[in-house]
């Protein structure tokens, strides 16, 4: 088995020399890790006995009604501690106990993947620091308290804007610090190789499952497989699995924020612009024509981040997936639409890819597929407050 | 003379047991004082300079700079208004930039090398351009006359190095310590300069956690070719009310514990 280090031009390994005996040890072990049936054996086991997986592929008759045509809900937002990073943090939390590492640091946005390592870790009875700005310690304020009862450390990050990239990087600088003890749980298919590719390897049961189940339910594959993008760790999950389908269209949902227009949106697959370098890898980014890295903005801590995964932007430049924006006031205008028709608050991310489908024009026959990646729990102060339901 | 010529005339022509390279950031406090305080460097002794481009997300450098850099940004410091310092102090001075890949990416790698050469510029430092990513932009500096200053850490291994210290050009800039960027109390570079040395040809300069002459002193009797004095210079220009002349003065403490 190898690992992918480049999606055409994008990927790579950007990153400090301090790190990159350690991405080469990472690599090897996943490498061997991956071909272990062992590995798979206690993984499977504990994503089904722990996590509750399969999680359910649910017909949502009433949004399907609301909408003129199937829908149907991947619910990630049923596993356990709430969102699909549990899959990635179990994965790679399995993984560096067997590297022998003691020590586990992750960064966090909205928290999910804070708190799936932390869960992890818990489990394992490894040492865990997560990294989290300041603004989104705010934001996600039960996401923190979560951890901390978890037994994790949250060392609060007050650079920049204070949100995921900040976090991201000085998760960075911790390792670059401590590489030789700590390993680190990157939450999303972002930042140097192998991250990316282990990263959508071990999200990818979320279309392995839906894929199949679909076929058996319904006889047929989903017209479109529509999932929120930030880093894009759900929708590279969702799509890989769909990638040799190619009937099956691939619909990335970024945050506008604001409006495009406003400047203020975490969308720079859909905007486009130049391919440069954040966090380890080059991508699709939001960038000041002198290569500084832009602010984001959206409602969704998990969106508000200027950069994403290279294979986002490979997949959007070979034409197989298509990305488009949702502002932050028809996410909130989703999260409230499902809460009402289907009983499912749904995470203020998972809410962007809710409001494409809203978006689209009522139909027939199709099929959609909607990555709900978490529960809103976690955004209710937030969304409610703006809603002006508080 | 190519920038490579002219580092290694800077490291030959020293009058010290290792050569002196002070760190600054361009822009920092304003653009301005910035050329000041190269300045007051290249005064106090300093045999080169290590200059550089502020860029938003900095991953290898520690709180200090970081926070001179943002600072910088605010202030409105540009690529083009740091390459004006580089022009102005490479007169005197070899001049190497200092800056992430993305900053050099935004204007295109060939662009930049020939803008860099062009104000000047003897070499580039890019941190976060490991082996495996520089082909493209050793080239590129290679074609312009700049010299590409690879880095090497403590966690690099033998054949790692012998493969870096190869492509060297200018001199391999050893990373003394784990870490990021900053101050550091103590340091134990002697055996980490002994694999380097034994991996190149070149200069070997030892940076990262060097604040005091004692620990300059400590390194050029360790085996450094050159020391670079980074953060410690750069919370001196954040805190003094004359920052050239401040930072010139621990210049010149650092030159007389190398003399």
Redesign the interface.
Known sequence: MSVEHRFGRYG???????????LQELEAAWVATSADPAYHEELDRLLRDYCGRPTPLYHAERLSEHVGRTVLLKREDLNHTGSHKMNNALGQALLARRMGKTRIIAETGAGSHGVATATACALLGLECVVFMGTEDMRRQRPNVLRMELLGARVQPVD??ARTL?EAT?EA??DW?????TTYYVIGSVVGPAPYPSMVRDLQRRIGDEARAEILERFGRLPSRVVACVGGGSNAMGAFAAFLDDPEVELIGVEAGGEGLASMRHGAPLTVGG???????A?SA?M???????LEAHSISAGLDYPGTGPQHAHLRDTGRARYEAVTDVQALEAFRTLARLEGIIPALESSHAVAWVLEQPRGGDELDLICLSGRGDKDLAEALERLGIA | MTGLEHIAAAFAGRDKRAALMPYLMGGFPDVETSAAIGDACIDAGADLLELGIPFSDPLADGPVIQAAGTAALRAGATTDAVLGVCERLAARAPVVLMTYVNIVLARGIERFAGQAAAVGAAGLIVPDVPLEESAELRAACDAAGLALVPLVAPTTPDERLRRIGAGARGFVYTVSVTGTTGERRALDPGPLLQRVKAATDVPVALGFGISTPQQAAEAAAAGADGVIVGSRLVRAAAEADRPAAEVGRLVGELAAGLA
């Open positions: 790579g390994q950007y990153v400090p020399e301090t790190l990159m005996p350690a650079a920049g990239k990087s960075i600088r670059v610090t401590n590489v030789e130049p391919a440069g370098v954040l966090h380890g080059m980014i960038q000041s024509e002198d290569g500084q890295i």
